[in-house]
């Protein structure tokens, strides 16, 4: 009978286990399959103020592709990038900590997105769709496995949602989650997961119709997305500068979204397409540019192989560009007529017809180029080049006007000739501002030449003696290799297309920098210059613009390898001569480096030491050296005394010791 009893108590135990696993899978079968989907967006809990957003479908294999990249092997060796990407890294300890667990959570969205907390500081928010899962209980106990003795696991409640707060004993920081519906939403700034709560019931950058324009474009295929918000850009950039460029402020008012996403290749090049929105309030410039078609790329046959920074702008033809670009000014009348009378003035004042003149014959592209200078370390030089429909009609039409400027004006210009190429002045202040709008007000009173299909202009005469000198020497962009393996990477014709040599740039992107930037910038060169070219496409797709990224990995030792290493340049513009602190004096002491004047009309150039004394003084003609030298000691003594004859040594030079002593010449 005990016996019996025994077996009967065994199977009542074993049906009871059976039916509660049975209610289990019920349960589970309800939540999964049965239960009402009440799935709520992650869009829809960003904080609207991001700044960057990335989103992936497949977070997991996504990472993981990035994370054994060797450009981002590359730069997690470096202490800045590492401080940069301090969170992400914390998620990659997590990722491959609990592997099984997040291939759980693979095929499942991902957001992270990047805001502004303060102005020298930013913030990251994670978003991950846990979908049907998250209603199990179970999972928000399962959090406590992950955590050892090292957290603290705490609970507050903010407007009726739990919010979970791990804290890191060792690092005294913490991350602060919380499950709103099917969401997971994290973030070290407590901040951020507060304003999240406050969005879940009026959701803003998730119901921003530009956004979803975007969104929709870019599609779901790929590993990963990234899309920019223009609105908060200007903030972001001033986190490292407090004096960030006019163009950031361009950029910030004139693009509202773009989307893109992302292909990254066995050479660590990242490859990314998308689209771009832009301002329907403040920008005509590109308003017009999207309706006046493409063109292929031509100015790099005379841009320097030095060339920093490359800017072009492609259209079907320029007059149908200046149509579109007078027709779209007219939806601001006030701006539409000032723009008018503008023109109308300087027409009326010279007796010129700009439409005639100007706009007639310049041909299908046009560009700003920022030249690293071959004057002064660490600065560049700018260059606005029009490509021509007619070389012969352009130099009429210039010539014209520089005659009428003659006539009307006080200014008198002789042009100077340079290697063959004629330079000249065209003296109409801020005429390109005027016709074409604040992004090239640089060029204010420029001056001007002309090299084959291409009349190009800078307000310095010695960018275009170092664009001729590049030019005739054949060291231009057409020509290197590395150029047009890059341009390979872009279609052959487009509106927007901006190249960067990030190592010529360097100097600029650090005059720029507030000084804790520059204190990392220095110490952190050879990983900002190991993506030596970055370009950016932007092309017209019905009242988008379609677009193209690409940011190019080397090795940083080849990039070095590949940098012509600038001779020693003299930026004060004084010519060397030997060091007479030795007893020999030679031949030496009369070889001079360049001079670079400013203004080719100038009878003499000179400079001055720190107490007012004459460093060196030089007649000049057409912008040359000719006619009389003479060098000085700071007290005023004479130091050399010669002649030039358009830029050449001639005659007998003589040199003079501190006591005003002749002791040595030279016949040339």
């Avoid at 170092?466 to 872009?490: R, W």
Wanted: charged residues 25%; hydrophobic residues 35%; negative net charge.
């Amino acid at each position: 009978m005990k016996t019996l009893f025994g077996k009967m108590t065994k199977k009542r135990i074993l049906y009871g286990f059976l039916a509660l696993f049975v209610l289990y899978l019920c349960y589970l079968a309800y939540i999964f399959i049965l239960s009402p989907k009440t799935n709520l967006q992650s869009i829809y809990l960003i904080p609207k103020d991001a700044v960057f957003v990335i989103e992936s479908e497949q977070p997991v294999e996504g990472w993981k592709k990035v994370s054994e990249s060797e450009a981002w092997r590359h730069l997690k060796k470096n202490v800045y990038f590492s401080e940069l990407t301090e969170n992400i890294q914390r998620v990659d300890t997590v990722f491959n900590d609990n592997h099984k667990l997040f291939e759980f959570f693979d095929d499942r969205s991902l957001f992270i997105s990047i805001h502004m907390i303060s102005p020298k500081d930013y913030g990251i928010f994670y978003v991950l769709d846990l979908k049907r899962i998250a209603k199990l209980q179970l999972l928000k106990t399962y959090l406590n496995t992950l955590l050892d003795d090292g957290y603290v696991l705490s609970k507050r409640t903010y407007h009726d949602h739990e919010i979970l707060e791990v804290h890191d004993r060792d690092s005294k920081e913490t991350m602060y989650l919380s499950f709103i519906k099917n969401q997971l939403v994290a973030s070290y700034t407590h901040t951020l997961v507060e304003a999240s709560i406050d969005q879940y019931n009026e959701p803003v950058l998730g119901r921003n119709l530009n956004f979803l324009e975007i969104n929709q474009k870019v599609g779901h295929e790929d590993l990963f997305r990234l899309y920019t918000q223009y609105h908060y850009f200007d903030d972001y950039i001033k986190m490292y500068s407090d004096r960030p460029s006019d163009w950031v402020k361009r950029v910030s008012e004139n693009f509202l979204f773009s989307g893109f996403y992302f292909d990254l290749d066995e050479n660590s090049t990242l490859t990314a397409n998308g689209y771009t929105n832009i301002s329907a309030v403040n920008e005509y410039y590109l308003e017009a540019l999207q309706k006046s078609g493409t063109a292929e790329r031509s100015i790099p046959q005379i841009a320097p192989n030095t060339t920093a920074l490359y800017m072009s702008y492609g259209f079907d033809s320029f007059t149908e560009f200046y149509k579109n670009f007078e027709m779209v000014q007219q939806n601001d009348p006030e701006q539409f007529e000032s723009y008018q009378e503008g023109i109308a003035k300087v027409e009326k004042f010279l007796k010129i017809d700009v439409k005639e003149n100007f706009v007639s014959w310049i041909g299908d592209e046009i560009a700003v180029l920022q030249i690293k200078s071959h004057i002064n370390q660490g600065k560049n030089d700018l260059a606005l080049v029009l490509k021509t429909d007619d070389a012969e009609d352009a130099k009429t039409n210039l010539d014209f006007v520089v005659e009428q400027i003659r006539k009307k004006t006080p200014v008198k210009f002789k042009a100077v000739d340079y290697k063959g190429y004629e330079i000249n002045f065209l003296s109409i202040k801020g005429f390109f501002k005027m016709l074409l709008g604040g992004r090239f007000d640089e060029f204010d009173k420029p001056y001007f030449t002309q090299i084959e299909d291409f009349v190009i202009f800078s307000d310095s005469p010695n960018t275009l003696k170092g664009i001729i000198d590049k030019v005739t020497e054949g060291e231009i962009l057409a020509a290197s290799e590395e150029f047009k393996s890059f341009d390979e990477k872009f279609d052959s014709e487009s509106t927007v297309f901006v190249y960067s040599n990030v190592p010529l740039l360097f100097d600029n992107m650090y005059a720029l920098a507030d000084a804790p930037t520059k204190q990392k910038m220095r110490k952190n060169k050879d990983f900002i210059i190991c993506f030596p070219q970055v370009g950016l496409q932007l092309t017209p797709e019905d009242d988008l613009f379609e677009s193209r990224l690409v940011l190019n990995y080397q090795d940083v030792e080849e990039v070095k390898k590949a940098i012509s290493l600038p001779k020693s340049i003299n930026t004060s513009d004084t010519p060397k001569t030997q060091n007479t602190t030795s007893t020999e004096i030679t031949d030496a002491v009369f070889n001079l480096s360049p001079i670079y004047p400013t203004d080719l009309n100038a009878q003499s150039f000179s400079k001055k030491y720190a107490n007012g004394n004459i460093r060196f003084e030089v007649d000049l003609k057409d912008g040359l050296k000719h006619g009389r030298y003479e060098e000085f000691y700071p007290d005023g003594t004479r130091k050399i005394r010669g002649r030039f004859r358009e830029d050449e040594q001639v005659g007998t030079w003589r040199f003079y010791n501190k006591e005003g002593n002749q002791v040595h010449k030279k016949r040339f």
